[in-house]
Nanobody, 123 residues
């Protein structure tokens, strides 16, 4: 089993920044692919960013590309999402995900999900 715990969410003004962290525990996740999804009120869950276990590449949705950066520190079993230039459209619950198989942007492909952390951007 893999446990994922997100932190770093909160209330920020438009144009501001936040950094989300996802600490993993349980089975070693050094060779797990990781990612972030989000869900805004009344909307479907959507892909935000993902990173393979090697950290050799990163993938982003068009809506966050150029503003968000996903990274991982395998020694600390932690994945980060640096979010800059936040807008009200980024308000959502952000979920950290993990899987041993590469699922890219497909939510159903990730076996492990965190509880989520709320990000609220005030305009």
């Amino acid at each position: 089993q893999v446990q994922l715990v997100e932190s770093g969410g909160g209330l920020v003004q438009a144009g501001g920044s936040l950094r989300l962290s996802c600490a993993t525990s349980g089975r070693t996740t050094a060779h797990y692919h990781m990612g972030w999804f989000r869900q805004a009120p009344g909307k479907e869950r959507e892909f935000v960013a993902s990173i393979p276990w090697s950290g050799s590449a990163t993938y982003y949705s068009d809506s966050v590309k150029g503003r968000f950066t996903i990274s991982r520190d395998s020694a600390k079993n932690t994945v980060y999402l640096q979010m800059n230039s936040l807008t009200s459209g980024d308000t959502a619950i952000y979920y950290c995900v993990a899987d041993a198989n590469w699922s890219g942007t497909v939510a159903a492909g990730y076996d492990y999900w965190g509880q989520g952390t709320q990000v609220t951007v005030s305009s």
